[in-house]
């Protein structure tokens, strides 16, 4: 054994641990040793027995995995979620949702929102999310005593918001907020432009200036419906990816969320620029915005993330539902029972999710020199017994509720199903509070 491997902190064996890397690998009765946060090593049971480290947390009938990475959200609106439901696209955000947070939104809404949703995806195995919402500096302060790992889009509008009174000030406080998260190692900073239609061509412009000047991610809501591409075109001859792609905001920081009604040369343009995808299959449907032809994506080399969306048009936040749609709607999409297999949907919510936001050299798979995001999932129950393929189980029988254990950075967010930094009762509290708020 080499003099790296003598010594840990905290090792975990698991009946099964899938490293991602090597793609398709599934290592029977293995374990991982984690030391200052990272992994050191991944390595067979026997061996691992003879690390002298301070903790060892053995896990028979458990698979192992990446922390799972949704990739996009809006966290505080969860204490929207089923406030306004079964509508369209536009009626729903301009007749309900957007009313709802001119009214409501404020640091109090989004911590108390933020905490809810971060319970949720912790409970079920995310321990990275992308989130675009007002004050994302609430956010931030909450992500980090929670000790989860953030991509905080901070919104970029032409008009005025509860968070700002136009673009000047939006860049500015993102610019701010990036300055304030550049010594939190679990924050990042991006832009979040929030669509086409609420941001126009001079502003896309200056964020693409600033993006590559300063080494920036662009998150933004991009082709979510055939209406959206259509209205772009009449009123300026353009489709909104090639007007990104003019004006040199579409490359490999951009991660462009739904992206429904793509012809092939939008293929071709996402796969050329090196441009991310986020495929939010469940908002797509409940919105009935459209469908990402993610086969067609991934087949023409373009990577592939999975986000939830906020929780007003899901409704929930967990990934296994969406791997599990993600996988099924693709195979009935395409007419074709073997598009989209288990293990494609597992790596979209885990490095094509880590791939998109830039954070790969980090996390997305199990393997030495990335940090020990981690979460045990337990198979030992009846909704995945007989078990022939740990793959399979977890994304076509898996609801998240076999989610035991979660570690961020080595630091164990979830024991047995109990948070551990976060204080579950209040948060709860705090969102029945909301309700009569909202909706009294
Ligand atoms: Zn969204």
Redesign the pocket.
Known sequence: MSPENTAAELVIHAEWILPLEPADAVLADHAVAIRDGDIVSVLPRQEALAIDTDERVDLPGHALIPGLVNA???APMSLLRGFADDLPLMPWLEEHIWPAEQAHASDEFVRDGAALAMAEMILAGTTTFSD?YYFPNVVADLVQEAGMRCQLAAPVLDFPSPWGSGPDEYISKCLALRDECRNRDRLQVAFGPHAPYTVSEPVLERLATYAAELDMPVHM?LH?TAAEVLNAVEATGERPLDTLRRIGLLGPRTQC??MTDLGAQDIAALAETGAHVVH?PQ?NMKLASGTCPVTRLLEAGVNVAL?T??AA?NNDLNLFDEMHTAALLAKLHDDDPSALPAATALHMATLGGARALGLDHRIGSIAPGKAADLVAVDLTGPSTQPLYNPVSQIVYACNGSQVNHVWIAGQRLLHDRRLTTLDLTDTLARARHWRGVIAP
């Open positions: 996009h959200g809006h675009m809501h979510e969320v739904h939010c908002s986000g969306d906020g048009s």
